[in-house]
C-alpha cells in the first residue's frame, strides 16, 4: 500500500494526541475527522489515477479538504 499524504498526524505532528484526544470526547470532531480521511483518501486516489475523476471533481475535492483541514485546526488551537 501507497503512503497516503496529508494525513492529519502529518499536518499537525505537535497536535497527534489532541487530535486522538478530540475525537474521542467530540462527536463534532471526530466527525470532521471522518470526513478528512475519506475526502483525503479520495484526492490521493485521483491523483495517482487509481480513480476516474474530472479535473473539476479533484479540484472541489481538494477545496473540501481544505475547508476541513481549516476547520479541524480551529478546534485545535481553540482546545488549547
Given at each position: ?40 483518501r ?39
Amino acid at each position: 500500500m501507497s503512503h497516503t499524504p496529508h494525513e492529519l498526524a502529518e499536518e499537525f505532528p505537535d497536535k497527534v494526541d489532541l487530535i486522538s484526544q478530540l475525537r474521542s470526547s467530540d462527536a463534532h470532531f471526530a466527525k470532521l475527522c471522518t470526513e478528512y480521511h475519506d475526502v483525503n483518501r479520495a484526492v490521493h486516489r485521483a491523483e495517482e489515477r487509481i480513480e476516474a475523476v474530472s479535473p473539476t471533481a479533484e479540484d472541489e475535492m481538494r477545496r473540501r479538504r481544505m475547508q476541513l483541514k481549516d476547520e479541524i485546526y480551529g478546534m485545535l488551537t481553540a482546545a488549547v
